[in-house]
């Protein structure tokens, strides 16, 4: 009858430990379970909706797990059916006391297991639990013997959650990081512990970031340099073949201005504070962490140690991973990364093709306006394709990074996790920042010059530089970018296991309500041994099964992307000093958006227990060191700064410290533009006639381009050389008085508390004692 709910069939499988006295079940072993849920529930399709060899696996996956004394509940439902498990209290004792034996923790012989624990330890039977022919739950998985597998929320703590903390009203509120640890565990603790330190330490850099832009806005109308380009009637030469002519200078004066706001004195004081905030914000974080780390007595926690127990504990005669190395793996999946990182490299350079060709199509173009901003329309289109690039590349990348992996064949999952952030941050580093790259130290320096372009395929002129300048180039990119990858984002981030949970929820039959006696057992709290009903079960398990599937990398996801957001706000943080103040917007944002995502969208992440970030920390300290490269590089080659200041005190008005009444920049555009006359034969099949007729219709016989070139033989002038020089010899002396502050500032502020270090040292001092006791 349609809309009417089946009643589920139940069948209690019996295990080892289950026996039946007269007609009865009686279990050997005390219950562990509460009246929520159950440690883990697999699901597959009933006999009749799948072959029978995959029927035949399933059935005999779980003979394998009757023989480890698991307890299974098997409820079927229309097509699915779900086997609940709870492993005997045998499991959790030995965990317990060979954690005890390993020193991995500091863990008290009267401490119950939590069901956080629980779920981690039943995980890890479940996936290296093999059926005779050797295929794992994995491999059972990707056969399709089983659909999914979850552990189920808990939906008293899952309340006090989403009351406390995933909800959007409590965006400038505090976290529950404790609740959050007992719930998700340590890993995913530590993860919004070090997001919410990240949002906090922000709130500086986002200040200075504005008040450095400010500084650049007060000088709109009275920067002598923005009078000299608004007032100019320099005629510049074509910024494109065929339908580009010659321009006034001034025509720029808007865009200089905009220039201002994020090149200016300012930016350099605020590029060596980012640098040094990067080292402070690190050592800052190893202190709060060490807290939080003391607290929850995992300070000497160690992944891999953890991993060799559990084996123990799933089979008492297993034989652990030995230590390899292969030469040859690892030489192959060196050359592998090395391809796929000039693939990357190579899709940049793809991009600067399409940039060029768009210049060309858009100028020739019949609408007037894009035709006249051609280089900043291809520069906008470019940006927009880098996007949608990276959005490719991303899953392109995961996967690559997966086989690598498997090549690697890796000892543990701790190993593996290691490898696979190590691969995908740089394949991501590279697809994100290649292409900014250029655009910072090579876009505008390669073109060549007016009689001698530098040409694609002998046909299309190479880009230049934004008329206003190079670093204007960069900040739209920046902006665009990181716009773009931030707002994109966040909507499907939150907008897709939405819509997918509702898609979920439209296609299955509406859940019964619970029954009165188990929701006295649920509101209960001293009822641990009670159960629910059989379909209150199935509510409890259909209402987990419609949830958004999670894996062991879901949380990677999180981190990479707030990685990468930390790579934008710190490398080119000179051309974008705004840069932090996004970040920070997007951060308070981003720690509720991934709250409600965990807690109410997605299945329960298998609780994992660690002490730090892992490999990340390391990750972003090689960021920090790049930013300080970064920078000194984009200030001292990108930026005007060294040529205004070689300007200001060897050829400008006060040089030589002679006093005057004119300001010490006057003069600066017009110094920094070279000529190019029509009366060379090279400029004069370089540009036609129309090219060099203004919009008032008078032709002219000369034009200026930006470079410090000869006006006769085009060659570099001694000016050019100097500013050369005191480019680099500026980036040299930046990137040693930075990474002098940064090593000072390491050294000055201790890795933990000295209140923490005591509380150790006591500690351990204590459980000495007691082990001395016992003997």
Not at 578 to 606: C, F, G, H, Q, S
């Amino acid at each position: 009858m349609p809309g009417h709910k089946r009643q589920p069939s139940i069948e209690l499988l019996e295990l080892i430990g289950v026996v039946r006295e007269n007609g009865s079940e009686q279990t050997s072993f005390p219950p562990v379970h509460t009246p929520l849920s159950y440690d883990y529930v697999l699901v597959a399709k009933t006999m009749e909706k799948q072959e029978r060899a995959a029927f035949k696996k399933q059935t005999e996956y779980i003979e394998e797990l009757k023989k480890k004394n698991m307890r299974i509940t098997k409820i079927i439902d229309d097509d699915l059916v779900f086997y609940g498990i709870q492993a005997p209290k045998e499991v959790f004792e030995k965990y317990r006391y060979l954690l005890k034996v390993s020193d991995a923790c500091n863990w008290s012989s009267d401490q119950n297991v939590p069901l956080s624990t629980r779920i981690r330890i039943v995980h890890f039977i479940l996936n290296h639990t093999p059926i005779h022919s050797g295929e794992g739950l994995r491999d059972l998985m990707k056969m399709k013997v089983f659909e999914t597998r979850f552990c189920l929320h808990e939906k008293k703590k899952q309340k006090e959650l989403k009351e406390n903390w995933a909800r959007w009203s409590a965006c400038l509120q505090g976290q529950p990081i404790t609740a959050v640890r007992n719930y998700f565990g340590e890993k995913v603790a530590l993860y919004y512990l070090w997001l919410g330190w990240y949002t906090f330490l922000l709130i500086p850099p986002a200040l200075i970031g504005v008040i450095v832009f400010l500084y650049g806005l007060a000088f709109f109308n009275t920067s002598p340099l923005i009078k000299e380009v608004c007032e100019a009637d320099t005629i510049m030469c074509p910024l494109c073949d065929k339908r580009c002519k010659v321009w006034q200078l001034s025509e720029t004066c808007t865009y200089a201005k905009v220039s201002l706001l994020f090149d200016n004195n300012g930016t350099v004081l605020f590029a060596m504070f980012m640098a040094v905030w990067a080292t402070l914000f690190l050592e800052f974080w190893k202190r709060h962490r060490a807290s939080y780390v003391c607290e929850w007595k995992v300070s000497d926690w160690c992944e891999e140690e953890e991993e060799l127990i559990l084996e123990i504990v799933n089979d008492v005669n297993c034989e652990p991973k030995k230590y390899k190395h292969s030469y040859l793996r690892s030489t192959l999946v060196l050359i592998c990364v090395t391809v796929m990182i000039l693939v990357i490299i190579g899709l940049t350079h793809a991009l600067v093709v399409f940039r060029v060709i768009a210049a060309v199509l858009l100028a020739e173009g019949s609408w007037e306006f894009l035709s006249t901003h051609s280089n900043s329309g291809a520069m906008m289109l470019g940006a927009v394709l880098h996007y949608l690039i990276i959005t490719v590349m991303t899953r392109i990348n995961r996967i690559v990074a997966m086989k690598l992996c498997e090549i690697e064949k890796t000892r543990s999952f701790a190993a593996t996790e290691k490898s696979f952030t190590v691969k995908m941050f740089t394949f991501q580093f590279f697809t994100y920042f290649s292409s900014l790259f250029y655009v910072a130290f090579f876009l505008g320096r390669i073109n060549g010059h007016p009689g001698g372009y530098v040409r694609i395929a002998g046909k299309w002129r190479l880009e230049e530089c934004h008329p206003s300048g190079c670093l204007t180039d960069l900040f739209i990119q920046m902006a665009i970018i990181m716009v773009l990858k931030q707002t994109i984002s966040n909507v499907f981030e939150f907008t897709g296991p939405w819509f997918c949970r509702w898609l979920k929820r439209r296609r299955t039959q509406k859940l019964q309500r619970k029954c009165a006696h188990c929701y006295l057992k649920h509101e209960s709290e001293d009822k641990q041994g009670a159960e629910m009903c059989d379909n209150c079960k199935l509510r409890d398990w259909l209402s987990n099964y419609r949830l958004n599937d999670v894996d062991s990398f879901s949380l990677f996801n999180e981190f990479l992307e707030m990685v990468i957001q930390f790579s934008f706000t710190t490398i080119f943080v000179a051309a974008f000093p705004l840069a932090p103040l996004l970040a920070l917007i997007n951060n308070v944002i981003e720690i509720r958006l991934d709250a409600i995502k965990m807690v109410t969208l997605e299945r329960r992440l298998v609780p994992k227990k660690t002490n730090d970030i892992g490999v990340w920390i390391d990750v972003l300290e090689a960021i920090g060191v790049l930013a300080v490269i970064a920078n000194g590089l984009v200030i001292g080659v990108s930026s005007d700064f060294i040529p205004r200041l070689v300007y200001r005190y060897l050829y400008g008005p006060c040089a030589n410290g002679t006093a005057t009444d004119i300001d010490c920049m006057a003069g600066y555009i017009n110094n920094s533009l070279s000529i190019a006359r029509m009366d060379d034969q090279n400029i004069h099949n370089e540009f036609s006639v129309h090219q060099m007729t203004t919009p008032s219709g008078l032709n002219v016989s000369y034009c200026s381009y930006k470079d410090y070139r000869s006006n006769e033989d085009y060659t570099f002038t001694p000016q050019f050389w100097l500013i050369l020089a005191v480019r680099f010899a500026f980036v040299i002396l930046f990137e040693h008085v930075v990474v002098i502050c940064k090593f000072i500032a390491a050294w000055f502020v201790p890795s933990a508390p000295m209140q923490v270090k005591n509380d150790r040292l006591f500690d351990k001092l204590n459980r000495l004692k007691e082990e001395l006791k016992v003997i």
